[in-house]
């Protein structure tokens, strides 16, 4: 499943996934379960004798008025009074202990705690609602853990058709073991009983992710520009644009590719996934070579240099050079003017790979720390030249070798 940035108002597992938050996350925002229930409409006679010889649940729970109080403080996100309430409450019947089983659950700051109480909930009250809720809370942490085949299992076991929710992780699953046409099957039965649901971003995300494992490309493209046409999606802006870049690019398509890496970068450059996109633009440099701007990285004013002529002279041979005993890192930043920038980069050792590229061309190349810009401080530069012509003469040997660069002064 793609990580998002924390942004995100959808959840998304990662590795530093803070269970209890989520809980408090999923407690501001599902809805109140028992007046979904109440929107539904009733089913013919015969299909209730039905659901009831198969011990469904029964549709339309009611809570006494103490139960449906604290079950609205969970999800509504109001927890400072709710452990005093419910330790003071007084639930009738399975349907209500096993709402107050699950609350006291989702409360605890521990997982090993919450996973307990969960197990209770599920096995004491198995056909209740929140017994049902309790299958789904259990395979999220089996997930957290990435024992997918056992979240599965739990997942498997609900019952409930009310539980939409349950399709969107089944499908996560299937995904996570590779399994990935029925995971597209999965996430569209979830978009299918729950178009406007919470998990609607993720689950066109898990779709086109699974396309990609699959080399369908176009599906995957497909699948995003689907979402797109949903009125307030995507939420994700960057994410959305680094997968759909990330499609583009693995089906050929380097021009979009280049459109949707650039605008997910523009939309935050300090973000991790910009890092990511980073690299995909230099990757695509790399194979397009000058038919790729990456000028937008580099936050420097266009500089006034007069007209150059339309066949400028070959390059001079410079003299050698012994750099061999100089370091490839300067201590302090240049000053003056003739001087050529050849590059920015996020990481120090791309700077000192450009900078050995280019003393392997006989120039006085190095590089230093600009700390002024901390998401990309490695500046690469050569020079100073004496003059004009000379500092020409040079950036036409870097303009013959494919490597950028830029005539300035520091």
């Known amino acids: 499943m793609p990580h998002k940035t924390a942004s995100n108002a959808e959840f998304h597992l990662t590795d530093n996934w803070d269970?209890?938050?989520?809980?408090?996350?999923?407690?501001?925002t599902e809805p109140d379960i028992t007046s979904t229930v109440k929107r539904l409409k009733p089913f013919p006679i015969l299909l209730l004798m039905v659901l009831s010889l198969l011990a469904l649940p029964?549709?339309?729970?009611e809570f006494s008025k103490e139960m449906k109080a604290l079950e609205s403080m969970f999800w509504e996100g109001d927890l400072e009074e709710l452990p005093a309430k419910l330790l003071r409450s007084k639930p009738k019947g399975d349907e209500e202990l096993a709402l107050q089983s699950y609350l006291n659950a989702m409360l605890q700051t521990s997982q090993k705690d919450t996973r307990t109480l969960l197990t209770q909930t599920m096995q004491r009250y198995p056909s209740t609602?929140?017994?049902?809720?309790?299958?789904?809370?259990?395979?999220?942490?089996?997930?957290?853990?990435?024992?997918?085949?056992?979240?599965?299992?739990?997942?498997?076991?609900?019952?409930?058709f009310e539980l939409v929710e349950r399709h969107y992780w089944l499908a996560y699953c299937s995904q996570a073991l590779d399994r990935h046409e029925e995971a597209v099957n999965r996430a569209?039965?979830?978009?299918?009983?729950?178009?406007?649901?919470?998990?609607?971003?993720?689950?066109?995300?898990?779709?086109?992710?699974?396309?990609?494992n699959q080399r369908k490309y176009a599906d995957g493209i497909q699948a995003l520009e689907d979402l797109r046409a949903i009125h307030g999606l995507p939420r994700s802006k960057q994410y959305y644009h680094y997968l759909l870049g990330r499609l583009h690019h693995l089906g050929g398509n380097w021009s979009k590719a280049y459109e949707n890496y650039k605008q997910g970068f523009l939309l935050n450059e300090d973000s991790q996934l910009a890092y990511e996109l980073e690299d995909?633009?230099?990757?695509?440099?790399?194979?397009?070579?000058?038919?790729?701007?990456?000028?937008?990285?580099?936050?420097?004013?266009?500089?006034?240099?007069?007209?150059?002529?339309?066949?400028?002279?070959?390059?001079?041979?410079?003299?050698?050079?012994?750099l061999s005993k100089e370091p490839f890192r300067?201590?302090?930043?240049?000053?003056?003017?003739?001087?050529?920038?050849?590059?920015?980069?996020?990481?120090?050792?791309?700077?000192?790979?450009?900078?050995?590229?280019?003393?392997?061309?006989?120039?006085?190349?190095?590089y230093f720390e600009d700390k002024a810009n901390k998401?990309?401080?490695?500046v690469v530069f050569c020079g100073p030249y004496l003059n004009s012509s000379e500092t020409e003469a040079v950036r036409q040997i870097l303009i013959k070798n494919s490597i950028d660069s830029f005539t300035t002064r520091y």
Do not use: C, H
């Not at 269970?19 to 501001?28: F, I």
């Not at 990481?347 to 900078?355: G, K, P, S, V, W």
């Open 19 to 28: 269970y209890t938050a989520q809980k408090r996350y999923n407690a501001r």
């Open 58 to 61: 029964l549709w339309g729970v």
């Open 129 to 160: 609602l929140y017994g049902q809720k309790s299958l789904i809370e259990m395979a999220k942490l089996l997930i957290f853990e990435r024992k997918y085949a056992d979240a599965e299992k739990q997942l498997n076991e609900i019952n409930n």
């Open 188 to 212: 569209k039965e979830y978009l299918r009983r729950q178009p406007g649901g919470k998990y609607v971003e993720d689950t066109y995300y898990l779709i086109a992710t699974a396309r990609q």
């Open 280 to 322: 995909l633009l230099f990757e695509l440099k790399d194979a397009r070579g000058s038919s790729i701007d990456l000028s937008f990285l580099y936050p420097y004013t266009a500089l006034d240099i007069p007209d150059l002529p339309l066949e400028p002279p070959p390059p001079p041979q410079m003299p050698a050079l012994d």
């Open 330 to 366: 300067a201590e302090t930043r240049p000053s003056g003017s003739n001087y050529i920038q050849a590059g920015r980069f996020s990481t120090e050792a791309n700077a000192r790979a450009r900078t050995s590229e280019m003393r392997a061309l006989n120039l006085n190349a190095y």
């Open 375 to 378: 998401s990309i401080p490695w």
